[in-house]
């Protein structure tokens, strides 16, 4: 495998191999506690423009297939890994992951000390770096890095997002039957889903749930959904995940205050839950390292039960949206807020991933309670 040389902001190289794509590519870097889902980890659109550092020592066992990417494409920058293994073993897998990434253009990193590499982001947060597989000075590579925008000023949702409406008809999977489940025969109601990266099994759970699921581009205008939901041909929006600072894209937090002065029903998850909280007036603020993984302890305030959960974010929204929402959800690791219900308006969200894919599965009811204040129009709230 080829020399790769690290370099992050802070001025610490480091050294180790690809066994991805080769080149030079520039981002942010996070790590990513979960033991398992690497394929829908790397796949899953949130992570556009961010190398992934996995704690988990070794990746690569259970190689890849198409049935577990959770979207059309690979937006992460590169995948950061202990050890490698190139020879998988497992029923399902169709290729290598190094095949896996070398067709999608995406770097591939082994033989790095990921233990240290994540105390370094927890000491110093997460940080902007450079990977090269062609440059090995500390002049060429930080001037890589200067030439790289932040994340702060990029917008990625033309990059993730889907460029035409669809219908979205597959539901969750099931385990027991080892299929995919059929859509319910009568939907409860129809749903527009919009795109700012949404992971596929959020689409899928949503059908589960009952729900008739059409997706449709970022940039819809918010005209076009109120008379459509006026005319009753939907029941509610649901604004997806996705990748990037929330608070860069002011074109969405403009159609979404008109679907909130509108009395829409609407349901975020993730960067949903961030854009509803800024259309609402209160700006959301960036964690030092995030949240990445699928062992974070969520406690639900209204019935007092500790979840689980998956999670993928940057970013959170104040302690001060208690002015216009209940809190129902808070995070135990480091008391974040994770769900909000507003008070004024029929719109919840969750900072957490009650799809997973990977990880635990406990939050799933939050799409049957979407389903439900869908089918009413909101009238329940």
């Known amino acids: 495998m080829k020399p790769v040389n690290l370099y992050f902001e802070n001025g610490i190289l480091m050294q180790g191999k690809c066994f991805g794509a080769e080149g030079t590519t520039s981002g942010e870097v996070v790590f990513n506690t979960s033991m398992t889902g690497y394929q829908e980890i790397?796949?899953?659109?949130s992570y556009a423009g961010q190398f992934i550092t996995f704690t988990m020592p070794e990746?690569?066992?259970?190689?890849?297939n198409a049935a577990d990417c959770e979207s059309r494409g690979v937006f992460c920058r590169g995948v950061i890994a202990r050890n490698y293994q190139d020879a998988p073993s497992n029923y399902r897998s169709e290729s290598s992951l190094a095949e896996f990434l070398k067709s999608r253009g995406i770097l591939g990193i082994c033989d790095i000390d990921t233990r240290?590499?994540?105390?370094l982001i927890r000491k110093?947060?997460?940080?902007?770096?450079v990977a090269s597989t062609e440059h090995s000075s500390y002049a060429d590579l930080r001037a890589v890095l200067d030439a790289t925008p932040k994340m702060s000023d990029i917008?990625?949702?033309?990059?993730?997002?889907?460029?035409?409406?669809f219908a979205h008809s597959r539901a969750a999977w099931n385990d027991a039957a080892q299929?995919?489940?059929e859509p319910k025969a009568n939907p409860l109601a129809k749903v527009l889903a919009f795109d700012f990266g949404a992971k596929l099994n959020i689409l899928n759970e949503l059908v589960s749930a009952g729900l008739e699921v059409e997706v449709t581009p970022h940039n819809t205008p918010a005209e076009a959904v109120i008379e459509r939901f006026d005319k009753g041909e939907i029941g509610g929006v649901f604004l997806s995940n996705g990748p990037g600072d929330p608070m860069v894209l002011k074109d969405e937090v403009a159609a979404i205050k008109k679907l909130i002065n509108h009395k829409i029903p609407i349901f975020g998850i993730?960067?949903?839950?961030?854009?509803l909280a800024i259309a609402h007036g209160y700006e959301t603020y960036k964690l030092k390292f995030g949240h990445h993984g699928a062992n974070q302890p969520v406690k639900n305030l209204r019935t007092g039960a500790v979840e689980?959960?998956?999670?993928?974010?940057?970013?959170?929204v104040p302690d001060t949206i208690k002015q216009v929402a209940e809190i129902t959800h808070l995070n135990l690791f480091d008391g974040t807020i994770e769900g909000v219900r507003y008070k004024n308006s029929p719109c919840f969200s969750v900072q957490h991933h009650p799809e997973a894919s990977p990880g635990p599965r406990e939050s799933r009811y939050i799409f049957a309670e979407f389903a439900k204040l869908a089918h009413s129009r909101g009238r329940y709230w």
């Open 308 to 316: 689980i959960t998956s999670q993928n974010h940057n970013y959170s």
């Open 116 to 119: 240290a590499l994540t105390k």
């Open 59 to 64: 990746i690569g066992n259970v190689g890849a």
């Open 179 to 181: 299929r995919y489940d």
């Open 124 to 129: 110093d947060g997460a940080m902007m770096m």
């Open 270 to 275: 993730c960067l949903g839950h961030q854009l």
């Open 155 to 165: 917008n990625f949702l033309n990059q993730v997002g889907s460029e035409r409406a």
């Open 42 to 45: 790397i796949t899953d659109p």
